[in-house]
């Protein structure tokens, strides 16, 4: 069988039954267990064990479940109603002020938690409804919360910087490090944007009556103590070389702990179902991975690695035209699939095309990160904003989060291509650190 023809059977049966609603962990699963017995036999099946016991066996995957917990466990801290409240009382005098101050929060929890699920979640039932209360316009409300809690897997820990990693066998330390810059720029960009709106169009974030002295600012500011605890506890120790991602990870889960104890919230129901909840997170994603390692595997050992790889060098065109062929490819299969799946398929094609053109690995880690940031608020599968509806005040239709994200969007954009003309931006905390 050609390869042209596999992989014609491979990726349109997946989009297929994607469209039929297939799980993806199952759809991929199948096909690849079919095109292993068509090519192989039975005995080919011993490859698709082969290739989940792989994954398996790679250490940087424990830092998962870590992360998940520590997500889990702060949103039951009350460490978010804190924040808000702090943040809140620096920027109530700014017009927009309460919608950068939803912004800077989702890019503090970013680097508590690793997702981008928590912040969406957690601001939707807090920042939302105080938005709305004093008359800010839904849209820039809804899209202040959404945008900026994609953040999640940009800024550090991420859970989806620790997949990328572990695919391509790159550096997650360095990924870590270059999410840093970028993940600060978006978030100034995004309050820029508040704020210029805000000036543009008054009607859209009325001036707030409320003003709080200093001493009342100061006074709630303590709810930053535990926050910076904790983005110390991991990225500090990676950054310092005192620490492997992995065994931050952990300081993390137990900082998150210490954080919840210090709020006097931590009882053996809230480590229940904290660790019930990270088990089926984990076991879901790990299912995917198996799944997406076994498919990619498969049709790369079948001559489709080879295939693409030959395809996109050997067209005589620059090769920033092939870099941005790729990041299309990324940015159109995250309007229909989640982000785990498009890096575990993607990313194994992708790396081997992309160091022979001379990019840097961890650059191009982070554009790749970048743009599946984008692809959680992409209409019409946007993750993210599936999660900020079921979250969202009655009254907030799909379509009101949908028509919010475009300005936001636009900004992601932005941010990207400053880090593509801009290499340093992604390079320079990378190259800094003590341990690499």
Known sequence: MSIEL????MFGGLILLLILGVPISFGMGGITVAVTLLLWGTKGLFKVVFYTYGLMMLSPMISIPCFIFMG???????????L?????RWFAAVRGGLAMATTVICALFAAMTGVAAAAATTMGLIAVPAMLRRRYDKSLALGAVAGPSTLGILIPPSITMVILAVTSQTSVGKLFMGGIIPGLILTLLFCAYIGIRGLLQPQLCPALEERFTLRQKVVLTRALILPIFIIFSVLGSIFLGLATPTEAAAMGALGTVIAVAVHRRLTWQVIKEAAL???RITGMILWIGFAAIAFSNTWGVAGGSEFFSGLLLGLEVNRWLVLIAIMLVVFVLGMFVADFPIIWIIAPIAYPIIEPLGFD??????LFIMNIQMALVTPPFGFVLFYLKGVAPPGVSIGDIYRSIFPFLGIMILGMALVMIFPQLALWLPGMMIRR
């Open 6 to 9: 596999l992989t014609l059977i």
């Open 72 to 82: 889990l466990m702060l949103e039951r801290s009350g460490i978010a109603d804190e």
């Open 84 to 88: 808000f409240e702090a943040v809140h």
């Open 277 to 279: 909840t990270t088990f």
């Open 361 to 366: 690995p961890t650059w191009f880690g982070i």
